[in-house]
């Protein structure tokens, strides 16, 4: 059974930096989704096997940016000048999908983090 264990989440302030992270039990391809109240879960980020190659939503590009550490089994999502509409829940998810390739679609993800709140006050 893949886990994997996401922290990092808290309150902050406009304009303010945050990292997440989410540990795996192994490598895998990860994806990060966020999820407002009353909304649908959004594609945040994503990084393939090797972490040679990332992809990202539009109304984070420039902003966020997500990694692996050495060993390869962690992800990380930097998060800069966080806004209040960036409040949601930040998922990370894995994929048994092919590692060379970035996922932007929650449905193309076969494990899911527990979720860990931020939130962005103004």
């Known amino acids: 059974q893949v886990q994997l264990v996401e922290s990092g989440g808290r309150l902050v302030r406009a304009g303010g930096s945050l990292r997440l992270s989410c540990a795996a039990s192994?490598?895998?391809?990860m994806g990060w989704f966020r999820q407002a109240p009353g909304n649908e879960r959004q594609f945040v980020a994503a990084i393939n096997w090797t972490g040679g190659r990332t992809v990202y939503a539009d109304s984070v590009k420039g902003r966020f940016t997500t990694s692996r550490d050495n060993a390869g089994n962690t992800v990380y999502l930097q998060m800069k000048t966080l806004k209040p509409e960036d409040t949601a829940v930040y998922f990370c998810?894995?994929?048994?999908?092919?590692?060379?390739?970035?996922?932007?679609?929650?449905?193309?993800?076969?494990?899911w983090g527990k979720g860990n709140q931020v939130t962005v006050s103004s």
């Open positions: 192994e490598r895998y391809p």
């Open positions: 998810a894995a994929t048994l999908l092919s590692g060379a390739y970035t996922y932007t679609r929650a449905s193309e993800y076969h494990y």
